[in-house]
T-cell receptor
């Protein structure tokens, strides 16, 4: 019944490794997002997809690569992990990409890079 | 200048009182404004959204918008301990949502 789900919930890994986070929404929404929330709780958008098409790509290192196999899924792959990548990553979805959209957030993935 | 600014707090309010949370934004063209609540270790959840100048009430919550002053606020009446959380102001700008850094609210019994 979970509307927006993410796996894994926790991820602890060494510097230099490659890891992926998966996100799925069962709300029938067209638009999905990845956000990064740092230790100061600042929530910043990274990417947005609308119907599998990339529509927002913020200034994010190209070690981060999103992939949307269908409109219900948006995965995030991170290459060559760095200490500064440690954060909570939230997936979110909204009905469409237009204005006035409520965003529904997943439970978050806490990434710790050692 | 940050795009969406909030006082980080903590804001301490006695139980039963009114909590007032404030937010300013820089993009005059913004049309949609949101308040999200985030409990520690949890994900943000939407409490209120407002599009027009003035007040919008929903239960104990009232959102206030003043586009001329680029100011949006959230009032929580009859504050309860369960209202203790971080409140994120979010503003739609250039087709994306920009979040403030949040105000931590603590309701003391």
């Amino acid at each position: 019944d979970t509307a927006v789900s993410q796996t894994p919930k926790y991820l602890v890994t060494q510097m230099g490794n490659d890891k992926s986070i998966k996100c799925e929404q069962n709300l029938g929404h067209d638009t999905m997002y990845w956000y990064k929330q740092d230790s100061k709780k600042f929530l910043k958008i990274m990417f947005s997809y609308n119907n599998k098409e990339l529509i927002i790509n913020e200034t994010v290192p190209n070690r981060f690569s999103p992939k949307s196999p269908d409109k219900a899924h948006l995965n995030l792959h991170i290459n060559s992990l760095e200490l500064g990548d440690s954060a909570v990553y939230f997936c979110a979805s909204s009905p469409h990409s237009g204005s006035g959209n409520e965003q529904f957030f997943g439970p978050g993935t806490r990434l710790t890079v050692l | 200048q940050k795009e969406v600014e909030q006082n980080s707090g903590p804001l301490s309010v006695p139980e039963g009182a009114i909590a007032s949370l404030n937010c300013t934004y820089s993009d005059r063209g913004s049309q949609s404004f949101f308040w999200y609540r985030q409990y520690s270790g949890k994900s943000p959840e939407l409490i209120m959204f407002i599009y027009s100048n003035g007040d919008k009430e929903d239960g104990r919550f009232t959102a206030q918008l003043n586009k001329a002053s680029q100011y949006v606020s959230l009032l929580i009446r009859d504050s309860q301990p369960s209202d203790s959380a971080t409140y994120l102001c979010a503003v739609e700008s250039a087709s994306k949502i920009i979040f403030g850094s949040g105000t931590r609210l603590s309701i003391r019994p």
